[in-house]
């Protein structure tokens, strides 16, 4: 079984966001896996070692996400792509684009990834990589079960439970309880220096710029105001209501 685990690095959830000229400043930012994309790394190196085949990781970004990619060797994954291009724009169609360009020529039984990006949190890109490729995809599975060319997938769908059967190939997205993903050991660090790692640009793809031109853009970005301080309302029941409806609807403007 050939599988495509699709990762990307973000910023550590604990770090704090700093805006400056414009954009989110990244000097002595610690960079990590994606959470949710862990869940798809463990998923796919279990199914590997049920079924036999090969773990590929790929990801689209600069140059610092080799070290992403290289934890997720040290997991278990066989083998890494980054394709990193500063053409690329930070949007979800265009790198959708671009990694259908290199799956396209790679016909994988499966590919796996991360239910969102918890930096952007849009989760459009293995929906969007699913339609370009033209295969099934379903998103937020819990469970998922592999027997011959078909897949049985629990998912999560706003507190309820779906099961689906899909036919493979096919997308799917991981979400928090699918596994509990490894940590990496020391020799499994030791032998990912080892792994084979390609780095690809838009050339080798024989993509253009105006082939990806992005469908967004970003016209502002700033941190959400500071919450202000919390007020005590004091008085007779009745008095302390209508005063609580007038700054509710005045200064809140929640009604």
Same mark, same amino acid.
Do not use: C, W
């Given at each position: 079984m050939k599988i495509v685990v699709l990762l990307?690095?973000? +910023?550590?959830?604990?770090?704090?966001?700093?805006?400056?000229?414009?954009?989110?400043?990244?000097?002595?930012?610690? +960079?990590?896996?994606?959470?949710?994309?862990?869940?798809?790394?463990?998923?796919?190196?279990?199914?590997?070692?049920?079924?036999?085949?090969?773990?590929t990781l790929l990801?689209?970004?600069p140059d610092r996400t080799s070290e992403a990619l290289r934890t997720a060797l040290?997991?278990?994954?066989?083998?890494?792509?980054?394709?990193?291009?500063?053409?690329?724009?930070?949007?979800? &169609?265009?790198?959708?684009?671009?990694?259908?360009? &290199?799956?396209?020529?790679?016909?994988?039984? %499966?590919?796996?990834?991360g239910n969102f990006s918890v930096d952007r949190g849009s989760g459009q890109v293995a929906i969007r990589l699913a339609g370009l490729l033209g295969i099934a995809h379903a998103g937020s599975i819990t469970k998922l079960t592999i027997s011959g060319n078909k897949a049985e997938v629990?998912?999560?769908a706003e507190g309820d439970l779906e099961v689906l059967e899909v036919q493979l190939p096919a997308i799917f997205t991981a979400q928090q309880g699918l596994n509990e993903p490894r940590y990496p050991s020391l020799p499994g660090i030791m032998k990912a220096k080892k792994k084979p790692f390609q780095t690809l640009s838009l050339d080798d793809l024989g993509l253009s710029e105006d082939e990806i031109r992005p469908a967004t853009k970003q016209s502002n970005l700033s941190l959400p105001p500071e919450r202000s301080a919390g007020r005590i309302l004091k008085g007779e029941p009745?008095?302390?209501?209508?005063? %609580?409806?007038?700054?509710?609807?005045?200064?809140?403007?929640?009604?």
């Open positions: 990307k690095q973000t +910023f550590d959830t604990e770090e704090k966001i700093e805006i400056e000229n414009g954009s989110i400043a990244e000097d002595g930012v610690k +960079f990590v896996i994606n959470p949710y994309d862990e869940y798809a790394v463990e998923e796919a190196v279990k199914l590997r070692d049920e079924h036999g085949g090969s773990v990801s689209v970004g040290a997991m278990g994954a066989d083998d890494a792509v980054l394709i990193s291009d500063k053409r690329i724009p930070d949007d979800e &169609y265009a790198v959708s684009k671009v990694l259908h360009a &290199y799956l396209a020529k790679e016909t994988p039984d %499966l590919i796996l990834g629990h998912r999560d009745a008095e302390v209501a209508h005063e %609580l409806v007038t700054l509710l609807r005045t200064e809140s403007k929640v009604i």
